[in-house]
């Protein structure tokens, strides 16, 4: 109990090193060489009304800081659910077919690089018809699929993985084909899918900063960018300290159900 | 005699690089019903090969296996197997790895009657106290033991066991053969083992197949085990017989079972090693080392 408690007191210790460090290296840069760059303090008082009121409405960007992270986490829910949805099926036959493998593992091999910058534009263009909607329908298409390939590639790397012994045991029991999905394949591949998840969930927040500041839809990205177009750089930082955090705690918390299914 | 096992003109080639390389040749082997036959030979020779041939996971070459009256050509849950390592389902417990196979076969049954199946197989086997734990809660003999409570839970026509307690210490290995043998007793199955310990065959079978090395590998020998059951430790090592069987398997394995070539008398010697560079060339290679 006392070496935990020393643990906790020597991190607590460090990180409050390296916040301070990183603290004094950006005054410094602030009061020497970028001029424009606001100072700790500067940005602190700017970010003040949006941190000490999180959830306040007071105008369509002029929002609470939670309540604007979450506009952005409510379409990122949505686009990765549907990476998910059409990113798993597409793993597992890619993993089970050789066919499938060759006919479409080039396809996604060429996809899987393309920016979400890239895709956005597309999006839009796709879903044109839908008129005033097009905009956020267009991000949703980009997160989707921009988050999906690495759900698709660990999910087939899964498939191909599951141990010859296991299929050798349905093959005995004489399991039919759904039996053999859900009884055998899906568990034994369950650990490397959540890698997928994890790894899609952090894409999905990278994209959808891209996503709102080139549609203009209120969340955390536009607020970036607005604020840059209103020349309060210190939000600017404000914004990039939210998002690194946010998606350090999506990490986390996919790191927890990965590791869950990892023992199992 | 009619034989519930038949397997005739067994062969299984496999294809490498240089060419179809037959592993097993022109087995035969009849088996009575309720019979149980040990089969042995050195690692490699073929005689799990001929294992997975029966139990449908490796397809036939040539020849082929009619159990019960029905050519054998796929996997099936008439035939229950132990495999080596036990390939529990580590996502499930130890019940449920048993009531995915009840499930399979008796899918006309109640829930309860299906669990009730499985838990006395459990039982039966030991495993009374730890239904509820996964895999990676028991020992390596516990999970044995669950291994023979799926195989025989399946209630199939005939037992086949691959080495299933290579992996085991002694004692636990004696404890699982008693278990084994009184499920076997109980149900009156045909079993087939695959095993290269002499001692474990000579206690358990009624017939020991003795295979020839591979590539090639065919029926060398059988030796009828007459050791009255049920079978006692104790008393087969007090009996001279049961030492002169053993001397036969043995003997068997150790001199018999080689049919490949002596060596040629005019070998080549092995290449001498290189007499050590001097001078300039020592230099050259050093610097071609580096």
Known sequence: MNAKLHNFFLNTLCLAVGVLLSLGFWSLLSATVAKDLPTPAATWEVAKPYILEPFAKRGEQDQGILRLVGYSLALVAKGYAIALIVGTPIGFLLGLSKGFARVFDPIVQVLRPVSPLAWLPLGMVLFLGTGRQALENGALFTIAICAMWPTVLNTAVGVRAIPQDYLNVGRVLKLSRVKMLFKIMVPATLPYMFTGFRLSLGIAWLVIVAAEMLTGRTGVGSFLWNEYNNANYGNIIFSILTIGFIGFILDRLMSVAESRFKTA | ?290
């Not at chain 2, 036959?37 to 490796?58: F, N, P």
């Not at chain 2, 196979?101 to 499985?118: D, F, H, N, P």
């Not at chain 2, 005939?158 to 290579?166: C, N, Q, R, S, V």
């Open chain 2, 1 to 290: 005699m009619s034989s519930f096992l038949d397997l005739s003109r067994l062969h299984k080639t496999f294809p490498t690089p240089k060419g179809p390389l037959t592993v097993v040749k022109d087995f035969n082997l009849k088996v009575r019903k309720g019979e149980f036959i040990a089969l042995i030979g050195h690692s490699g020779c073929g005689k799990s090969t001929v294992l997975s041939m029966i139990a449908g996971l490796a397809d036939v070459s040539l020849g082929g296996i009619v159990l019960a009256g029905k050519e054998v050509n796929s996997a099936g849950p008439d035939r229950g197997v132990v495999f080596q390592s036990p390939c529990l389902l580590p996502w499930y417990t130890a019940l449920e790895n048993v009531l995915l196979g009840v499930e399979q076969v008796y899918y006309t049954a109640s829930k309860l009657e299906r669990r009730q199946i499985a838990e006395y197989y459990l039982s039966v086997v030991g495993l009374a106290d730890a239904m509820h734990k996964r895999p990676a809660e028991l020992s390596q003999g516990m999970r044995q033991r669950c291994g023979i409570a799926r195989a025989f839970a399946l209630s199939p026509k005939m037992l086949l066991l691959d080495e299933p307690f290579g992996m085991l210490d002694n004692l636990t290995k004696m404890e699982l053969q008693d278990v084994l043998l009184d499920l076997w007793q109980r149900d009156q199955k045909t079993a087939l083992i695959v095993t290269h310990d002499v001692d474990e065959a000579l206690y358990l079978a009624d017939r020991v197949v003795m295979m020839t090395d591979g590539p090639e590998a065919t029926v060398g020998d059988i030796f009828e085990v007459k050791f009255p059951r049920p079978r006692n430790r104790l008393q087969l090592l007090e009996d001279p017989a049961y030492y002169e069987a053993r001397e036969y398997l043995l003997h068997f394995l150790n001199e018999r079972s080689h049919h490949r070539p002596a060596l040629p008398a005019d070998l080549p010697p092995p290449p001498a090693p290189k007499p050590p560079a001097t001078g300039l060339r020592r230099i050259m290679d050093a610097l071609a080392a580096a």
